[in-house]
């Protein structure tokens, strides 16, 4: 079920009055698990969070101006289930006003950068859980760059609807602020079975930056009958530092369920970037807004004695 | 009124299609008086909250998966309308996922502890305002223990309604955080004028503490024709100090109103948690979601000078 | 579009119940800006916000007692759409609750104070965006004072609807906080093409004040066939130091949109609260919810080699 607040415009329906196809809804996810993590010889159980998606809560609307042309609005905001404390910044997942028409979306504000999708769209497990290829990535390769995810002051371009293209370009402002000042673009093409998509982003030297931050990536996927494979690879640069890695995974879907597997491998220029990851997981959808799940990880980390086995199983609630 | 976000369900139901009973509800609560409070001889006049009960916004729903099993979520964050300022952690007061069935309700997220219950349920003004028992209990003897009302990280089990019996299990990782280890349990009866209830909660030495911190509490209730006659006893103990409290109060419905008296003594294994505490109230009903009161209170505290009087005028509103 | 949640009340009237006539609405405005702000030979471009409205989220509602008495609440929040991070307080824009009826409203909570309004109405620029007169305004000339917009734990009362008449008064307890022990009385008459209304407030010495801070303004509008003029005059004053400010502006509705130019003047008892601000604006409205916005301010700073030039071109959406 949609919770959008159409209320009062169904109301005004009745009541033999037009109304303007505008609705703001509310949405969230709760995602809560019961973990076990292992570095080295030491094991912590938890109550964590996250395993399958990011918990939040949002508003986000749409209002037709008629003419073609739309306005929007999206915040939301991280919430941490297993604590109740707050998500970092409060609206920080997304903060942003849009304009839409035939020519595309003008979006202002806090919001993801072109650099980030191809990690979480072509990853089996998405950025999300200990199985995750984001947890052998190391997103800003210690320069305090803070747009591996997401940018502060930000203006985004987004292609219109044209076959199975799509694209976006961004720029952020520094405003003085280390590691904010930023430019990236995305291109893709989806259509049929396949899903491809190349990505640059550039975090301009700031602040206590001593070079820019760049981060390069591809991804893509292919819709078998039974199953769909994906890969990607990445590269990020900093200074005299940088670090690649490289995905492959699969999604096979069995009943009301999904079974997850991936392999990644992280080579850095040091030796404490290296990594190797390899995850299964298992979703089993209760319905359309509510599963439950069971995943694995083992991480060796070939800088590190302390590799990692982790497991965890949860329950994700959207709404 | 409730506010459950039905809308969307309504459309589609006029529509003529089925529409699972799923609803998301906001609410929430704004309690504000104006106080005195006499401590000493120091007289402080104040714009406070919360009198009668706790000011908060949240959100919550329930999805019927069918086959008698449903998922729920509960976020929920005390605000603090006298300043606007947050209430400690965001969603601090329940942020919740559940699976419930014929089984029962398994809970996971920060949640009120078993423990707490009977501290609330079995005092005329729960543990809201100047004259609520909650005033002269220590709560924590000082052990660093978090979990008097609520804990992060657990895992709850509910019993399924069976007859009037009720019950509850829970368990808080303690994540290496200081007084959030935790066990508890709570059974209790209720039928007819009857309500009783016994609960025990450990919170396991962890970080600084020196000691295990234990609360066992036991509760009831009994409704006569004209009025509600309620008692509850507790001891708290944490390595050579403790502290036991009993209360004996009513609540008499009169015409859309509720006088409230209790009295409460705590007995501590040092002087400074000695006290006892007179509570007078007056609640009155403006509907059911409005009320405006007045409450009254007067503490001795053995082991200070600083005796408290306080009362306070103030207007409650649901939504 | 608005958004009350009478979801409920809807089902229910269409199953042929009487509802009371309650509400819930949520509502916010999300409003984000490029702006070039030139301070002496410094230019510094930023995505911003905030140039036509505040940015917030909000809940309030309204329900029916009978009688002709209302109970309402209203939490409001800033929101900070450029970087998703928290406005300050969490609720701080406005958290009270009101009782309401024929005798006026009696308001309980964090408000605004009476002593504010003169300035953001008499204002073609409101209290938001570069070219607002409050850019060249000193709001507690160095005192503490902290109720030059809100303030904290008040009680306020305002008066019912009399012909044109509005009057408000207000007390704020203090609390033993710095500034915020205030009490403040505005009055005024709106009728025809009239509008004109006086404040005072007072915030008492309280911790590191070393006077009382006064603020006194009074304010007009008058609306021609083919704009509005408005004026204003103020004056606030603390232990040695004053500031006195006047505004002349007005607002020019042309096609869909509207014009606006303002200039203001502060004379400060020291050079450093010396300025003149000149404004110009113009707002396009896509709807009643979205308009977009460019503005321009030049202000001269008597006592500072840093006069500012700035300009921004935002999006303001309501919700």
Redesign the interface.
Known sequence: ???????????TAFAGVA??Q???T?F?I?????RSTKTGSST?????QDGNASSR?G?R?V?D??GG?R???W?E?A????????GG???????????MGGFGEVR???DYTPSFWNYTVFDPFGTNGVASMAQVVNGSLGSGATTFVRA????GYFLPAMGGLYGQVQV??G??VTGNKYIGARLGYAGGPVNVAGAFGKTYRTGTMVDDYTDMNVGASFKLSFMTLMGQYSKRDYSTLDQTTYLIGALVPIGSGTFKASYAKSDGSTVANDATLIGLGYVYD??K??A?YAQFAKADRTGSANDVTAYEF????S?
Not at 44 to 48: A, C, E, R
Not at 89 to 99: K, M, Y
Request: aromatic share 4%.
């Open positions: 079920m949609k919770k959008s607040l159409l209320a009062l415009a169904a109301l109304s303007a505008s609705s703001v509310l969230g709760v995602d809560l698990n019961a912590v159980k938890s109550l964590s809560l508003f609307g209002e101006l008629g042309m306005a929007g609005f915040i905001g919430i941490n289930p297993d604590t109740g404390t707050p910044q409060s609206w920080q997942r997304r903060s942003t006003v849009s304009l202002l504000g806090r502060n002051n930000t203006i952020a402002a405003e003085n209760l319905s807004r509510t439950v949860g329950v994700r609630h709404f």
